[in-house]
């Protein structure tokens, strides 16, 4: 059982620095993006393309995180569910996946659409910024989140 226990801790730890790593990688290729996109169209569009298919690594982290996670529970008889830090943590997981379907699908989404088109008039422009500060805010709030799972997980308060 503690053997089972320590592999299950291991995927799981695996999972999240997975989860967390795309999502340190996607803000660092979407700054790229943009330095791309307001030099050269073409670049940046290229760019983008290609930072969208890691979305889809980051969510299976998570899903993989949060699997593994439940057996844990499941193997330690649900006694974490007790503790208050737990709670919080597992209420910002919640939260990471409300934010990210929320926030950063539609704003990813919209941005494809805008660099779709060949529209390019003010109006165009100026969404083309909300979406940026979106993009940024979506990017630091997933951030923040994970760093706050960490010092959770790390202290452990009752």
Same mark, same amino acid.
């Given at each position: 059982?503690?053997?089972?226990?320590? %592999?299950? @801790?291991? @995927?799981h730890l /695996?999972?999240?620095?997975?989860?967390? #790593? %795309?999502? $340190?990688?996607?803000? /660092?290729?979407?700054?790229?993006?943009?330095? $791309?996109?307001?030099?050269n169209?073409?670049? #940046?569009?290229?760019?983008?393309?290609?930072?969208?298919?890691?979305?889809?690594? #980051?969510i +299976?982290?998570?899903?993989? =995180? %949060?699997?593994?996670?439940? %057996?844990?529970l499941?193997?330690?008889? &649900? =006694?974490?569910?007790? $503790? @208050? &830090?737990?709670?919080?943590?597992?209420?910002?997981?919640?939260?990471?996946?409300?934010n #990210?379907?929320?926030?950063? *699908?539609?704003?990813?989404?919209?941005?494809?659409?805008?660099?779709?088109? !060949?529209?390019?008039?003010? !109006?165009?422009?100026? !969404?083309? +910024? *909300?979406?940026?500060?979106?993009?940024q805010l979506?990017?630091?709030?997933?951030? =923040?989140?994970?760093? /706050?799972?960490?010092?959770?997980?790390?202290? *452990?308060?009752?």
């Open positions: 059982m503690q053997a089972v226990l320590q %592999i299950t @801790l291991t @995927l /695996i999972a999240l620095a997975m989860a967390i #790593g %795309i999502t $340190l990688a996607n803000a /660092i290729s979407q700054y790229q993006f943009w330095k $791309l996109y307001d030099s169209k073409e670049q #940046g569009l290229a760019a983008f393309k290609a930072t969208t298919k890691f979305r889809v690594f #980051g +299976i982290g998570l899903m993989v =995180s %949060i699997l593994t996670g439940l %057996i844990m499941w193997l330690l008889n &649900w =006694s974490l569910t007790a $503790l @208050l &830090w737990f709670k919080i943590k597992l209420a910002i997981v919640v939260l990471l996946f409300v #990210g379907f929320t926030l950063g *699908r539609t704003t990813s989404d919209k941005l494809d659409a805008i660099l779709k088109s !060949e529209n390019n008039t003010d !109006e165009v422009q100026h !969404e083309t +910024i *909300r979406l940026r500060r979106n993009m979506f990017q630091l709030t997933q951030l =923040s989140m994970f760093i /706050i799972i960490i010092i959770l997980a790390v202290f *452990r308060f009752n």
